[in-house]
Structure formats: structure tokens, C-alpha cells
């Protein structure tokens, strides 16, 4: 299920500013060369995840779910000086592409890209974080953000993708993700230590702004 309909999703990019050539080609090639490409955040989202970050303008932001690294990219985007991005996947069969893209935007030495399960990763990080953007496995998105919300700073940031699940959330039965994500959002809704947006772009993106302890 679309959310929304095609052509005015074609407007809405049309009307946004475009992507970068390297964005672009990451784009093209991750749909020509790498499986599971509706993974990848896309234009439109890409813009709206460079623009939160830009108003932000954070010093550490952690991604759970790096894939082929265009998120990354376009969150890196809003970096303050001296700023650095972690991003954690699991799949190290990206690792050399990712690098690469990661090289090419002269990025490299800003983020900091991690192969790994993110459950075993994250605690082990001493950071503190402005913005985190929680986009893998969706079973685990309430053990993700239980792990990240004492570590995120007081307006700090916390998004996560795929919350409408192509409509899925709708459904009378459930089946194991779908439920996953129904419950992350239900418990989202009632920790006072965030105030939420859902916003209906693309699959969904919970928008969570920390705002006490
Ligand atoms: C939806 S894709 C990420 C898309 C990317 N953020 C973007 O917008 O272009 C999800 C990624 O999560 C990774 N993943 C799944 N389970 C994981 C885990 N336990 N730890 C770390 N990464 C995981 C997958 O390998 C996959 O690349």
C-alpha cells in the first residue's frame, strides 16, 4: 500500500530540493545492484532527515541501520563542526560499497561506521546523542529506543522509520513485525519523556522530541 499516491508524490519531490549527484547515483545503484532497494530512504525523506538534521545541528547522531548508507549521507549533512555520525548494520556484505560512498563524500572521517548487531553495539558507546534515527529490525525498535533514551540530550531527537508499515498497523490480526511496530508506537505514545509527530511520509516516521529526563 502506497501512503500516498503516486503523482503527488512526484509533485512533492519535484517541489523539494533535489538530492546530490552522489545521492543520486547511491540511489541508482543501490536499486540496480542491491537486493531489498525499498529499503533505502529515498528523496523526499532524505531531504526531510538533512532538514532536521540542518536545524539541529548536532554533534553526535547515531543511525541503527545503515543499509547503503544514504540516511547517513543526508543526516551528515547537518553536522556542527567537529560533529560525527555513528551508523550501525548488520549486513557486512555493504561494507566496501558503503565505505566507498562513504569516502566519496569526503565523509569518511566523520562517520563512524560500525558492522555489527546494533543490541550488542550501542551499549558499548560512550557518546551522548542529538539525534537518532532507529531504521532496522522492527522487533527490536522499543529495545532501540530503551537503549538510546537516557543518552539522548534534553531536545535531542529520536526518529524512527516505517511506523505506518505499508498500512499494515491497520490490520485486526497482526503478524510478528506489524505487532512490533504497533506496540513501538503505542509505548512511544505514552512516555511523557518525549513528545511525538507521526508523520505520514513515505512508510511513516515517528518524530520524538526528548523533552525531560
Ligand atoms: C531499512 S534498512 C536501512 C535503510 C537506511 N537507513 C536508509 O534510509 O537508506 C535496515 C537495515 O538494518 C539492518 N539491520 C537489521 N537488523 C539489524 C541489527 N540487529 N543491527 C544492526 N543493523 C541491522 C539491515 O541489515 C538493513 O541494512
Not at 86 to 103: G, K, P, Q
Request: hydrophobic share 40%.
Amino acid at each position: 500500500m502506497d501512503i500516498i499516491d503516486k503523482e503527488l508524490q512526484a509533485y512533492a519531490e519535484k517541489y523539494t530540493s533535489e538530492e546530490s549527484a552522489l545521492l543520486k547515483k547511491i540511489n541508482r545503484d543501490t536499486h540496480a545492484q542491491v537486493l531489498q532497494p525499498r529499503m533505502l530512504s529515498g528523496h523526499l525523506q532524505g531531504r526531510v532527515l538533512s532538514m532536521i538534521s540542518s536545524l539541529l545541528r548536532p554533534k553526535v547522531i547515531l543511525e541503527i541501520g545503515t543499509y547503503t548508507g544514504y540516511s547517513a549521507l543526508c543526516m551528515a549533512e547537518g553536522l556542527r563542526e567537529n560533529g560525527k555520525l555513528i551508523t550501525i548494520d548488520i549486513n557486512e556484505e555493504l561494507h566496501d560499497r558503503v565505505s566507498e560512498y562513504f569516502r566519496e563524500a569526503n565523509m569518511h572521517d566523520r562517520i563512524d561506521y560500525r558492522i555489527g548487531d546494533a543490541s550488542v553495539i550501542i551499549p558499548r558507546l560512550q557518546e551522548r546523542f542529538d539525534l537518532v534515527f532507529i531504521d532496522a529490525d522492527k522487533e527490536n525498535y522499543a529495545h532501540y529506543f530503551d537503549l538510546v533514551i537516557d543518552r539522548v540530550n534534553l531536545n535531542g531527537i529520536i526518529l524512527a522509520d516505517n511506523v505506518l508499515w505499508s498500512g499494515k498497523v491497520l490490520q485486526n490480526k497482526p503478524d510478528k513485525d506489524t505487532r512490533a511496530v504497533v506496540d513501538f508506537n503505542e509505548m512511544v505514545q505514552r512516555d511523557n519523556r518525549v513528545e511525538n509527530v507521526l508523520l505520514p511520509i513515505r512508510d511513516g516516521m515517528m518524530v520524538m522530541r526528548k523533552v525531560s529526563p
